[in-house]
């Protein structure tokens, strides 16, 4: 239907303009967001920010450096997983698709992306270059399936004000815990010392707050948290240990209660508390506020990687990825897609201004991308960095279910063996209902 609707295009316009080079047209459909009024068709990459304004600038700086190729841009409201998997039944799939890396597996499973290891290696872009965390976010069953764009994840960003208060501080750097025993102490003293919480939480409408630290500190225990592609397990002592401090943490009121995102956003910037774990991609406006005189933040935000409290150092993490649905395309197409997939791959340290961590090696051990403000002390995060593993499909609905149950728990509303056994059981109760993968086998 798509190819049909393009050459209807290419014919017209051949016919009223009397001939003429024919350019080859992708689809490309993305998330975030429309910001088309701002950056038109402005071709200044360094003059954008935000993810929406840098990929809209990078998308336009391509079709003005490649003249013979036209990008048909689809802006999807976000995630745009429900318009997607409309567009591949009806057979009018897009060229090239803005994926999370954690929902690849859920189309790869079913066999509705191709593989993109041999345009990849046309592009120039071997899966060698990519950094640990962004190579394991798009390979799944031993072939790539995506461009990595970056790593995201969540960190500390940091109050060094109030944490220079709670005596926090050494040598201008915030001190960080080292064990569940040492954070309860730390979360005392700053509460003692400041009157205000030590950690900023959203507990709710948030259901992938709580989720985000269990899956976190599993990983750092080397804990198996999905044993097979039916089964979760966290009715464990490693879970168990990881609701209880954050259980304890909620009952001496050492963190904020009954905030959703947005509150808890206000309340860190506006110096209510002094760590607030959230993602890479609150970096940027967290340090404009740390850049505006006359703001609680003024000169006082630091960001880092979750501290070390058991185990090895670890952090639960996804990313974003250009993916490639099945689909007939011309050699023609192909080639377009792997010169636009080359020009991404040479442009990732523009998007890495965002906030999140490249997917490139050696983007990431640039002078360029160190000398970003605050890049350097989360760079870890690129070879620290975890997903789950890649037959683990439904992994939202999953963390839905989870974070449901831990709500309760660490609220003290419900008792914590039986909230995990609960999501326990309701995690597997739905992994019962899939379709095995290969299923999808030939089809």
């Not at 990078?58 to 841009?73: H, M, Q, T, W």
């Not at 066999?111 to 872009?125: I, W």
């Not at 915030?174 to 205000?196: C, K």
């Not at 890049?375 to 279910?401: H, N």
Request: charged residues 20%; contains cysteine.
């Amino acid at each position: 239907m798509k190819r049909l609707f393009l050459t209807m295009v290419a014919a017209m316009a051949l016919g009223s303009c009397g001939g003429g080079p024919e350019r080859t047209e992708l689809v490309i459909q993305r998330f975030f967001g429309e910001c088309g009024a701002v950056h038109g068709s402005s071709t200044d990459v360094s003059a954008a920010d935000t993810e929406c304004g840098i990929l809209t600038t990078l998308i336009n700086k391509f079709e003005a450096e490649n003249p013979d190729i036209r990008l048909r841009v689809n802006v999807v409201a976000w995630p745009g997983y429900p318009q997607l998997s409309a567009q591949i039944a009806a057979g009018d799939p897009p060229d090239l698709v803005t994926m999370h890396q954690s929902v690849i597996s859920d189309y790869q499973g079913r066999e509705l992306l191709q593989p993109m290891d041999d345009l990849l290696r046309e592009a120039g872009v071997g899966a060698d270059t990519f950094t640990l965390a962004a190579r394991r976010g798009v390979t799944k069953d031993g072939r790539t399936y995506g461009l990595p764009w970056d790593t995201i994840g969540r960190l500390w960003h940091i109050n060094t004000a109030l944490m220079a208060q709670a005596g926090l501080m050494r040598g201008g750097r915030p001190v960080l815990p080292n064990s569940p025993e040492e954070m309860l102490e730390h979360a005392r003293r700053f509460r003692e010392a400041t009157g205000r919480p030590y950690l900023i939480q959203a507990q709710v409408n948030a259901p992938d707050f709580h989720v985000g630290n269990l899956y976190t500190y599993l990983l750092a225990q080397n804990a198996v948290i999905f044993p097979d592609e039916r089964h979760v397990r966290l009715n464990t002592p490693e879970a168990r240990r990881i609701v209880e401090l954050f259980r304890r943490m909620n009952a001496e009121g050492l963190t904020t209660r009954n905030q959703d995102f947005p509150a808890a956003t206000a309340t860190f910037i506006n110096g209510g508390g002094g760590i607030f774990p959230t993602g890479t991609w609150m970096i940027g406006p967290y340090d404009t506020e740390a850049q505006s005189p006359g703001r609680p933040l003024h000169g006082n935000y630091a960001v880092l990687p979750f501290p070390r409290l058991w185990g090895q150092e670890a952090a639960f993490v996804d990313g974003h990825a250009w993916v490639m649905p099945r689909g007939e395309r011309s050699e023609e197409e192909r080639r377009a897609i792997a010169r636009f997939l080359r020009f991404l791959a040479l442009h990732n340290y523009e998007w890495t201004r965002t906030g999140h961590l490249p997917a490139f090696q050696a983007i990431l051990d640039t002078p360029q991308f160190r000398a970003l403000r605050h890049r350097s002390d989360i760079a870890a995060m690129a070879a620290t960095g975890a997903q789950l593993p890649d037959y683990v499909q439904r992994q939202s609905a999953i963390q839905g279910l989870i974070g449901e149950e831990l709500e309760g728990a660490v609220a003290g509303i419900e008792p914590i063996d039986r909230a995990l056994a609960d999501a326990e059981r309701r995690v597997n109760e739905l992994l019962a209902q899939m379709m095995p993968r290969d299923s999808f086998a030939g089809r």
